[in-house]
């Protein structure tokens, strides 16, 4: 039984790192062309080379999407770009046009190829068509229920891997072919630009009583009628192993660092307990503990087992428990001062929970905070300032320190 691969998305360099240090085996990222997340902060190629020498430094892998449908404007500059990431030496691309595939194939031939979920591959026979095409992993549609797969990867060939989401955001139109986007907006949602108008509320009006708006009731629970519930799978860790997936795809390039760190945590422990002990293995609450803090809507498990309610129809709005205070860049055991770079403010007398790469999380109170030169303050305001606190039990850097919103 192989262990899969736990893979999960970096939108920059600090979730890249932070998704290695909380136990990713690779990520998947947006570089500056191609790719279906352009709002995203996404890598130059300074910040790309940085990124690749981090991961190749830890034996972890690198993904690069190049997962638009382009227009023919799109192609220009595709081959010099390909060359380039290979010079970089990314662990493989992830396209869905046969254009940008046949491409890759002509300029980079020893460039590993993944095929994306846009490319909607839900059978076995096509799975087999993109394999004789120089693809080595298929990433299969999100429609497909835990049977497909099963039965897919029983007639698939040993060298074609497949790659399945296990977790996050949903999309309402098939494989995220979606226009909804195109003409409410004008932003392509298939070149990276989508405005999410699934996520919208919306009213029915009749023409002859214009400025009354009566709302769109699905069995009386509300009126965001496309917008989808998060997938979480965490629960049916052995079912997914069983089913041979050999990579379990984190969604989230847009997510915070926060967002990041939490759910590789979870899946990480829960796979590795898993293989510690397949017999044996439970379920540990914790790691449903890790999921529900950090930004997410209500969870289901998507198309897995045909659960009949896939849309959330009271709101739109995304359940935030806790907000990320700050992440650890350096722990002085001399001072007795752990130092954190800021990303959201805290005060004095905060209760703060320590998200850790390794081991359990910790629950501290800020007794104290100094800022850079040493003198004590009452709060952290400025974005991106140091400050201290008080050393905690097995501080380390890359902790992600959590305050509850609540």
Request: proline letters at 4%.
């Amino acid at each position: 039984m192989n262990k899969p691969e736990l893979l999960a998305p970096a939108g920059n360099l600090e979730k890249l790192k932070t998704a290695i240090n909380f136990g990713a085996d690779a990520v998947y990222l947006g570089g500056n062309k191609l790719n279906l997340r352009a709002f995203a902060d996404n890598f130059d190629s300074d910040e790309l080379r940085e990124g690749i020498k981090y991961a190749h430094d830890r034996n972890k892998k690198v993904y690069v999407t190049l997962n638009v449908f382009p227009h023919n404007e799109d192609l220009e500059g595709l081959e010099e770009y390909l060359k380039e990431l290979y010079s970089f030496e990314v662990d493989a691309i992830i396209a869905s046009d046969p254009g940008v595939i046949m491409t890759a194939r002509e300029v980079v031939p020893n460039l590993e190829i993944h095929l994306s979920t846009q490319a909607n591959n839900v059978n076995w026979k096509s799975a087999i068509f993109w394999h004789k095409q120089g693809v080595k992993r298929i990433v299969l549609a999100r429609e497909l229920s835990m049977k497909e797969i099963i039965d897919l990867k029983k007639k698939i060939p040993e060298s074609c891997e497949i790659e399945a989401f296990v977790h996050g955001s949903m999309c309402m139109s098939y494989s995220g072919r979606c226009l909804l986007s195109n003409f409410m907006t004008g932003r392509d949602s298939n070149r990276g630009q989508c405005a999410q108008p699934c996520r919208y509320k919306y009213y029915l009006m009749e023409e002859k009583r214009p400025g009354e708006y009566y709302p769109i009731n699905e069995d009386d629970k509300g009126t965001y009628i496309m917008n989808s519930k998060d997938l979480c799978m965490i629960k049916y860790i052995p079912e997914l192993v069983k089913a041979g997936i050999n990579s379990f795809k984190i969604e989230g390039r847009m997510k915070s660092s926060y967002y990041v760190a939490s759910v590789v945590k979870a899946y990480r422990e829960a796979l590795d307990a898993y293989f510690e002990n397949p017999e044996g293995y439970k379920f540990d609450e914790k790691y449903m503990s890790y999921l529900d803090k950090p930004s997410h809507r209500v969870y289901y498990t998507g198309f897995y087992f045909d659960e009949p309610q896939k849309q959330y129809y009271e709101s739109s709005a995304y359940i935030r428990n806790y907000d990320v205070a700050g992440v650890v860049v350096k722990v002085d055991e001399k001072e007795d001062r752990v130092y954190v770079e800021q990303r959201n403010k805290i005060f004095k007398g905060d209760n703060i929970e320590v998200l850790k790469p390794h081991g359990d999380n910790l629950e501290i109170s800020i007794s104290e905070l100094k800022d850079k030169k040493g003198e004590e303050i009452d709060s952290t305001p400025v974005a991106q300032m140091i400050y201290s606190i008080k050393a905690y039990k097995n501080a380390e850097i890359g902790d992600i320190l959590a305050k509850n919103k609540l």
